[in-house]
Structure formats: C-alpha cells, structure tokens
C-alpha cells in the first residue's frame, strides 16, 4: 500500500514539474509580451468596468455553489464535490487568467466566513483550484477553438490531480487527521486520486458545454456596453 502511495506521489510529481514547467514559459512568454505595452494599460486591460462586474458575478455565484457540495464516495465522506471552478474556468477563458485567480483568491476569502478550519482548507482549495484554471486559461490566450478547449481541459485536469496529492498529504490530512496523518493518507490516497479525477472531469465537461454559448452572450453584452457609452 505505501509502495503504491509512494510511486502515485512521485507520478504526480512528475506531472507537476512538467507542467509547471509549460506554465513557467508561457508566463515567461506574456511577460516578454507585457514589456512592450505600458503598466498603465496593462492594468486598465484586467480591469475594465465590464471585467470588475463579471468577475464579481462568477466569484458570488462560485461562492454560492460552495454550499451545496456533497460526497462522492461513501468510504471517504470528507471528500465533498463541488462545481464552483466551472465559473472560474468559463472567466479564464473569456478574461483571461488573471481575472479567475483574483476571484478564485476572493472566493476563498468568503469561505473563511463558513471556514471550521482556519484557512487551511481555504488555501488547500485555492492551490487546487488555481492548479485547475491557470493552464487552460492561459493555453486559451494563444489558439482558441474546440478542439484545443478540450485538450486544454484534459491538460487542467492532469495538474489538478497531481497537485492534488502533496496538497492533501502536507496541508488537509496533517491538520484533519492530527499526527496519525501520514497513516491516514497511506491508506486513502487513491480515494483522493478518483475523487479529484471525478471532480475535474465533471468540471471540464460542463464548462466545454457552456462556455461558448456564454462567452458570445458577454462579449455581446460588453459590445452593448461600450457602444452606450460611446468607447
């Protein structure tokens, strides 16, 4: 069982480094990009009046949507699926990825008003859902369409499920399960592989469903705008 334990680590950490990596040098590749436009408008360009307003309603509807969470698996009831990080994922790909970790940190900091665990499971909730949405949302910034929505998505889950690992051994299970956490965790790491493979499958499919629906209705609603306003 801890043989399994251990090489299920060291596969996410793998996948985790590789990743990383991919997202290190699209970031190194924006950044590149961001030195040739002014600070000014850079930030104008993440915070526009429509961004502020959209990025408002996903970050409440998210919160809401934390409410109404549940088990998957009757073996491990702590594990509790919730369908927030569809909002974040549909803003990363209509705003960008700046927008949906901003309201993914603001999300998180509503919670703490319901939080029984002092922000560790508000920070371990933030490191997955950020793990989740900053990929596909920058992938998305460089070849849109379909197709690569869905191998983006495929990709979103991929480093959900390996971070997924260290940040439930090293944050959730220590303060949940107290000194006995690394017995615990030997025991029940492959119920916290299926269960955030679950959750971020299920994630991924309704976002592919609705988010170019939804993307045309507030890039129309923002054309609207712009033309009511004369811009």
């Not at 499919?205 to 923002?222: A, E, H, N, Q, V």
Request: overall charge positive; some cysteine.
């Amino acid at each position: 069982m801890k043989t399994g334990m251990t090489a299920g680590l060291i596969a996410a950490a793998v996948v985790l480094i590789m990743l990383v990596g991919a997202v290190a040098l699209l970031l190194a590749r924006l950044t590149g990009a961001l030195t040739r436009t002014s600070a000014k408008s850079t930030l104008k360009s993440h915070f526009r009046p429509l961004n502020i307003a959209y990025m408002a309603l996903f970050t409440a509807l998210a919160f809401v949507v934390t409410l109404i969470d549940f088990p998957v698996f009757p073996a491990a009831p702590y594990l509790r699926l919730d369908f927030a990080n569809v909002f974040f994922l549909i803003e990363g790909f209509i705003f960008g990825p700046v927008e949906a970790v901003i309201s993914i940190a603001i999300k998180e900091l509503f919670c703490l008003l319901k939080s029984s665990t002092g922000g560790v499971g508000e920070i371990a909730n933030f490191l997955m859902s950020v793990a989740f949405v900053i990929l596909p949302s920058l992938l998305y910034r460089f070849k849109k369409g379909r197709g690569w929505v869905a191998l983006y998505l495929v990709l979103g889950c991929a480093l959900q499920i390996a971070v997924s690992l260290p940040v439930n051994r090293y944050i959730n299970f220590p303060f949940f399960m107290g000194s006995g956490a690394a017995d615990v965790f030997a025991s029940a790491w492959q119920w916290v592989l299926a269960f955030n493979a679950v959750k971020s499958v299920s994630v991924s499919l309704i976002t592919f469903l609705i988010y170019k629906p939804l993307s045309r209705f507030i890039r129309m609603t923002g054309e609207k705008v712009r033309r009511a306003h004369g811009a």
